[in-house]
């Protein structure tokens, strides 16, 4: 939703009813009558708010509070002080520590309001689209970067588990689907493109070392009771037993290796549950109870899995991350 309403902050009533009817012809407006009230309606509607307008001058807090306030909350916000003659100096000053847009001096000149009134409305216009557009560049990086993680996965297990990775790692990524997976969020202003994809070679090899640990020291595979013994143990706080039944209690168990931070050190935790599903070998799924997710084992399948498995997954996974 595209942010329309102008927000006008004024202890003196008459002028935020002269303000609202000069005003509503061009966009709805909304008042307050103090900077404490102003800051409820930033929390609450902030994100219905295109132009913040605040007077200068009022008790309790001055108004500039409020902007500081609006520009550290809501960046894209085109934010306005008016004041009297007599504070250009208090108005200057906002200006310049990137607290306003600019100023517009009591009283009013109408036509000079308008004016400056439509000029913040076009700028939010384009702060809001820019932003989209930034947001949706970030998504399909970020979207770029699961998919990646995802092939690093198949290329790491078939590097470092030397084995018939494809079902198992099937399972794997049905279990992340099973309990949902957000994309990586990207750092850009700690990484550049050179680092973070180094940073992502780094996680695909310690993924891959970490696979081949874990199973190392999971011993052999007995029943499935006892299976889910040894997947407790490697997942401590993260599991709960009920009975016969193992319950994931933590996503991030699940997930943690496609979501996790970028830069961020791959954990053995993380790691866990994927060297498990190659340990066991067995087919298992992840069924939604209270409380958690319940490891549950399956029967074999002898149909093949089709060609484009992996592209599905992958297909399947990008749309979960975006989904709202």
Same mark, same amino acid.
């Given at each position: 939703?595209?942010?329309?309403?102008?927000?006008?902050?004024?202890?003196?009533?008459?002028?935020?009813?002269?303000?609202?009817?000069?005003?509503?012809?061009?966009?709805?407006?909304?008042?307050?009558?103090?900077?404490?009230?102003?800051?409820?309606?930033?929390?609450?509607?902030?994100?219905?708010?295109?132009?913040?307008?605040?007077?200068?001058?009022?008790?309790?807090?001055?108004?500039?509070?409020?902007?500081?306030?609006?520009?550290?909350?809501?960046?894209?916000?085109?934010?306005?002080?008016?004041?009297?003659?007599?504070?250009?100096?208090?108005?200057?000053?906002?200006?310049?520590?990137?607290?306003?847009?600019?100023?517009?001096?009591?009283?009013?000149?109408?036509?000079?309001?308008?004016?400056?009134?439509?000029?913040?409305?076009?700028?939010?216009?384009?702060?809001?689209?820019?932003?989209?557009?930034?947001?949706?560049?970030?998504?399909?990086?970020?979207?770029?970067?699961? @998919?990646?993680?995802?092939?690093? !996965?198949?290329? $790491?297990? =078939?590097?470092? %588990?030397? +084995? #018939?990775?494809?079902?198992? /790692?099937?399972?794997?990524?049905?279990?992340?689907?099973?309990?949902?997976?957000?994309?990586?969020?990207?750092?850009?202003?700690?990484?550049?493109?050179?680092?973070?994809?180094?940073?992502?070679?780094?996680?695909?090899?310690?993924?891959?070392?970490?696979?081949?640990?874990?199973?190392?020291?999971?011993?052999?595979?007995?029943?499935?009771?006892?299976?889910?013994?040894?997947?407790?143990?490697?997942?401590?706080?993260?599991?709960?037993?009920?009975?016969?039944?193992?319950?994931?209690?933590?996503? @991030?168990?699940?997930?943690?290796? !496609?979501?996790? $931070?970028? =830069?961020?050190? %791959?954990? +053995? #935790?993380?790691?866990?549950? /994927?060297?498990?599903?190659?340990?066991?070998?067995?087919?298992?799924?992840?069924?939604?109870?209270?409380?958690?997710?319940?490891?549950?084992?399956?029967?074999?399948?002898?149909?093949?899995?089709?060609?484009?498995?992996?592209?599905?997954?992958?297909?399947?996974?990008?749309?979960?991350?975006?989904?709202?």
């Amino acid at each position: 939703m595209r942010p329309e309403k102008i927000l006008y902050v004024d202890d003196e009533a008459m002028a935020l009813k002269y303000f609202e009817r000069l005003v509503t012809p061009m966009a709805p407006v909304l008042t307050a009558l103090s900077v404490e009230e102003g800051k409820e309606i930033l929390r609450t509607r902030g994100n219905e708010i295109a132009v913040l307008v605040s007077d200068q001058r009022m008790p309790g807090a001055h108004g500039n509070e409020l902007l500081r306030y609006a520009r550290d909350n809501h960046p894209a916000m085109v934010r306005m002080l008016t004041t009297a003659y007599s504070e250009l100096g208090e108005a200057i000053e906002a200006i310049n520590s990137g607290e306003i847009y600019r100023y517009i001096t009591k009283p009013w000149d109408l036509e000079s309001l308008r004016a400056d009134l439509k000029n913040a409305l076009e700028l939010a216009n384009l702060r809001s689209e820019r932003d989209g557009l930034l947001r949706e560049k970030m998504l399909v990086q970020q979207q770029q970067l699961l @998919a990646s993680r995802v092939t690093e !996965l198949a290329i $790491a297990s =078939a590097g470092f %588990v030397q +084995a #018939d990775y494809s079902r198992v /790692l099937h399972t794997y990524l049905q279990s992340v689907l099973a309990t949902g997976c957000a994309a990586p969020a990207i750092d850009w202003s700690q990484l550049d493109h050179a680092d973070l994809m180094q940073a992502e070679a780094q996680r695909a090899i310690a993924v891959g070392q970490l696979l081949a640990s874990n199973r190392d020291r999971f011993g052999a595979p007995g029943s499935f009771a006892e299976a889910l013994t040894v997947l407790a143990k490697a997942l401590p706080g993260q599991t709960r037993r009920e009975g016969d039944t193992l319950l994931i209690t933590d996503r @991030a168990a699940v997930n943690g290796l !496609l979501q996790g $931070a970028t =830069a961020t050190a %791959v954990t +053995a #935790d993380q790691a866990a549950w /994927l060297a498990w599903l190659y340990w066991l070998g067995t087919p298992v799924k992840l069924r939604a109870v209270e409380g958690g997710h319940e490891v549950r084992e399956t029967e074999h399948s002898t149909t093949p899995l089709a060609a484009d498995w992996l592209a599905d997954c992958i297909e399947q996974l990008g749309r979960e991350a975006i989904a709202p």
